[in-house]
């Protein structure tokens, strides 16, 4: 019986040791934490130093600009766009003025908008692009923002180098401005 009274006393004892620590008590020191040194980095890549590959930034190359019609912008000084769609079928050219940022059409003052175009390999060829009415838009002939004409030298004609012979927007004028189309930056 005497081992049982030993005994009874001690478990007492850890018990109690156990509701003291569970109830706020004192807790155990941590144990000590290994320091770290700093330490020189050589030719290590961005990946190998801990920082995020080329491939998971966010920062990206920009893109060419997005046009509202799929065409090709064509940046006019400060004021203004052309953005060009072509038809391949039928070797019609539409040119759409925008606004500086591309986005919005602009009507402009003009009967015609003269383009010089040059299918790869191929010769040049003048190419009056006649300001058209539009209902919807509010456009007429003489104050539009779309202007279109067909040559046949960009009948079955994907890609071309053109010159914007002249066009003035804004009270500005623009001439020999070179583009190509598709863009090809």
Request: charged content about 15%.
């Amino acid at each position: 019986m005497r081992a049982i009274r030993v005994c009874a006393p001690a478990t007492a004892l850890v018990f109690a040791a156990g509701l003291t620590a569970a109830c706020g008590g004192s807790e155990p020191a941590p144990a000590p934490v290994e320091k770290i040194q700093p330490t020189t980095v050589g030719e290590m890549s961005p990946e190998e130093a801990g920082g995020m590959s080329a491939a998971d930034s966010s920062m990206k190359e920009p893109e060419a600009p997005k046009s509202p019609h799929g065409g090709t912008l064509v940046k006019l000084g400060t004021v203004a766009q052309l953005e060009f769609v072509h038809d391949p079928s039928s070797g019609l050219l539409t040119a759409y003025v925008l606004d500086a940022a591309g986005a919005a059409v602009t009507r402009i003052p003009a009967k015609a908008i003269a383009v010089e175009v040059t299918p790869g390999g191929g010769t040049a060829t003048a190419v009056s692009l006649a300001s058209t009415a539009n209902g919807l838009t509010g456009d007429t002939v003489g104050n539009s923002s779309q202007f279109g004409g067909t040559a046949a030298a960009l009948k079955g004609v994907t890609a071309f180098t053109g010159v914007i012979k002249e066009v003035v927007i804004g009270g500005e004028t623009f001439k020999d401005i070179k583009f190509g189309y598709p863009f090809n930056g």
